[in-house]
């Protein structure tokens, strides 16, 4: 079994106060129920939360495989979706303690790091494109040549997801790539040192495929499908899914399997909308539906990694990035937290995927070189 390499999150300061440069005592270490608030400014915080370090089962059993696929599952059968999660559970350890985003990163956090700096969006530049729900689509007879409502969009973005109803900054921030998320990241780390509220040589950044399903499982020591269990009835009130509700302006559900209830949101619900009751075991929220959520790790068909995973781990190639969880309009069998896909390469953005950050050491050698995947990718 390997382990992450990352140097010790070992530290002696408070989360409970700010991590300013007068805090030069001693300060306890951090444990379970600590958080950290980072002021993006304009009244804009992000709140992340302490993860210890530790063991879980990655990936899924095939009983849990044979669940997703099944009529309540909803999953397509006899596609290889699920065998992207591995053979069987594996014991996995995450070495170093961490710190996550209690929520995704929702519309107003990132427009405030616009604001700040005028990023344009890959989604936004000239050419730019984006996945997003298509109002025309006639779902309720679906051809051979229309299969599914998404389709690539121009002049759509984080800023307007085409929604039939405004994009509220208290949703999750969509229609984001992996470069965007990145260069959120990066900004938020120079935004806290310069305020003297990181310690040297912390850092957000996108957190590693292991760090995220240990997270999402909340401290879980069983394989499971869901970290509060394996019954998707006890989901009511803590994922936002395709359920019974209908979509704008439509008067019948949309053709999917979903989960038999009503959580009043058709598309995306606002983050850690369900409170306490929608928080694992480590407090996290949103972690199971809501939107897909970007990890660092190039994306294995076998399945995922204790380490970080490259393409080209000499260049710290990543071509295809990993996604976690499911999201609002996926089927209950697509929302576990050992579903894993890969994203079609670092410039693609959709109204179904966004991110959390994590607060950690920096990653081995810098982590992704985003340059040289993005020579790779246009030069294919």
Sequence with gaps: MHRIGFLSLAVSFSMTSAWGQEEQKEKPAPKQGDTHQADLGSSVSLEVVWIPAGEFLMGSSPKEKAWATGIEGGATPGTSRESYEGEAPRKTRVAQDFWMGRTEVSVGQFRRFVEATGYVTDAEQPGGQTQCF??????????????????????????????????????????????????????????????????????????????????CRGGSQESQAFWWGNELEEGQGRLNISGLDL?????????????????????????????????????????????????????????????????????????????????????????RSAVRLGIR????????????????????????????????????
């Design 134 to 215: 298509d109002e025309a689509w006639d779902g309720y007879h679906l051809t051979t040549e229309v299969t599914h409502p998404w389709k690539s969009m121009s002049g759509k973005s984080w800023r307007d997801p085409n929604w039939a109803f405004p994009n509220d900054d208290s949703y999750p921030v969509v229609c984001v790539s992996y470069r965007d998320m990145w260069a959120f990241c990066h900004w938020l780390t120079e935004h806290e040192r310069t305020a003297k509220r990181l310690p040297e040589g912390f850092e957000y950044r996108l957190p590693t495929e292991a760090e995220w399903e240990y997270a």
């Design 247 to 335: 979509l704008p302006g439509r008067t019948k559900s949309w053709p999917l399997a979903k989960a038999p209830w009503l959580d009043g949101y058709p598309f995306v619900s606002p983050v850690d909308h369900y409170g306490e009751r929608g928080r694992n075991g480590f407090g996290l929220a949103d972690t199971c539906g809501g939107v897909w959520e970007f990890v660092v790790d190039h994306f294995d068909p076998t399945g995922g990694h204790e380490e970080i995973y490259y393409e080209d781990s000499a260049q710290r190639i990543v071509s295809r990035p990993v996604c976690k969880g499911g999201n609002y309009f996926d089927v209950p069998g697509n929302a």
């Design 345 to 380: 390469n670092i410039t693609y953005s959709d109204s179904r995927d966004g991110f959390r950050v994590c607060l950690g050491r920096p990653l081995p050698n810098g982590g992704p070189d985003l340059k040289a995947s993005y020579q790779k990718l246009i030069s294919q």
